[in-house]
């Protein structure tokens, strides 16, 4: 009769061990870049709808206001004019029974600067910077001045709207998304402008 001899098995090497932490490291790396994609796609998604609702928000704002202040707001295309949206909600302590609505530096009573504190407190997501500007493409080539032949080429627009000639005054209107611990308050840094830039749309406001 034959002694049969069993052998038992060795631990994994050492080898092994390296090769399984290594398909571990790069599948979890794998796992991390596709979760921040996907992030990223959403938060773009999410940023891309917010914008079309502001750039309506604007568009009402400018027909609210009247032509001369609207052109003295985008009359000089190195100072633009800068608004500021944000949602909040309408009954903060009630959270069950409260909405978020659309609020902005344009209401009335509403100082001309980004949300308070308060506001932020009862505020749910990023704040939205709109900055408006002449759309000076959209002059090229025409006349523009009363008493005057001379055709646009570019820079600021006639000193008093009188003088102005067009029907229609061509506006850019660039959406920032803004960090609610880092608002930028003005026309912003061509850096900051660069990494928080949104969406960018051309509009008119009518005489």
């Given at each position: 009769?034959?002694?049969?001899?069993?052998?038992?098995?060795?631990?994994?090497?050492?080898?092994?061990?390296?090769?399984?932490?290594?398909?571990?490291?790069?599948?979890?790396?794998?796992?991390?870049?596709?979760?921040?994609?996907?992030?990223?796609?959403?938060?773009?998604?999410?940023?891309?709808?917010?914008?079309?609702?502001?750039?309506?928000?604007?568009?009402?704002?400018?027909?609210?206001?009247?032509?001369?202040?609207?052109?003295?707001?985008?009359?000089?295309?190195?100072?633009?004019?800068?608004?500021?949206?944000?949602?909040?909600?309408?009954?903060?302590?009630?959270?069950?029974?409260?909405?978020?609505?659309?609020?902005?530096?344009?209401?009335?009573?509403?100082?001309?600067?980004?949300?308070?504190?308060?506001?932020?407190?009862?505020?749910?997501?990023?704040?939205?910077?709109?900055?408006?500007?002449?759309?000076?493409?959209?002059?090229?080539?025409?006349?523009?001045?009363?008493?005057?032949?001379m055709t646009y080429a570019g820079g600021s627009l006639p000193g008093a709207p009188e003088l102005y000639v067009l029907s229609y005054i061509p506006i850019k209107v660039d959406i920032?998304?803004?960090?609610?611990?880092?608002?930028?308050?003005?026309?912003?840094?061509?850096?900051?402008?660069?990494?928080?830039?949104?969406?960018?749309d051309n509009i008119m406001k009518l005489r």
């Open positions: 009769m034959k002694n049969i001899i069993s052998k038992k098995r060795k631990g994994f090497t050492l080898v092994e061990v390296m090769l399984a932490v290594g398909v571990i490291a790069v599948s979890i790396t794998a796992m991390i870049g596709l979760l921040a994609s996907i992030t990223a796609s959403l938060n773009i998604s999410r940023h891309q709808n917010k914008a079309m609702t502001l750039i309506s928000n604007v568009e009402t704002t400018l027909q609210m206001q009247s032509f001369d202040k609207v052109y003295s707001w985008v009359q000089n295309p190195a100072t633009p004019y800068v608004m500021f949206f944000w949602d909040e909600y309408q009954n903060p302590d009630d959270p069950d029974n409260s909405s978020l609505a659309t609020m902005s530096s344009e209401l009335i009573g509403t100082p001309k600067e980004p949300p308070s504190g308060r506001n932020l407190a009862n505020s749910e997501g990023d704040i939205y910077r709109v900055v408006i500007s002449l759309y000076q493409g959209g002059l090229k080539g025409q006349r523009i001045e009363a008493d005057s032949t920032y998304a803004e960090p609610r611990n880092d608002i930028t308050r003005d026309e912003g840094s061509k850096e900051i402008n660069e990494q928080r830039l949104i969406y960018s």
